[in-house]
């Protein structure tokens, strides 16, 4: 896997393409458990859970992205 990461993109062969978008939708759905317990905290300020939302959406947003493309790549 590390060969894949750090090998240049355009180098990348369909299948190393394929298991980077996997690793990054991995890293995406991390972040989207810690995004969400700071939403459930309730911690009181408007526009700060405003943010967290808006960070939620574009979270999910991007995911829902990448995982469409990595569907697209033939191995």
Request: no cysteine; aromatic share 4%.
């Amino acid at each position: 896997m590390r060969n894949a990461i750090l090998r240049m993109p355009d180098q990348r062969t369909a299948n190393e393409h394929r298991q980077v978008l996997r690793a990054a939708l991995r890293q995406l759905a991390r972040a989207e458990v810690y995004i969400a317990a700071v939403a459930y905290m309730d911690i009181g300020d408007a526009s700060a859970e405003s943010a967290v939302t808006k960070l939620r959406s574009d979270l999910n947003a991007v995911y829902r992205h990448l995982a469409e493309k990595r569907s697209e790549i033939r191995p």
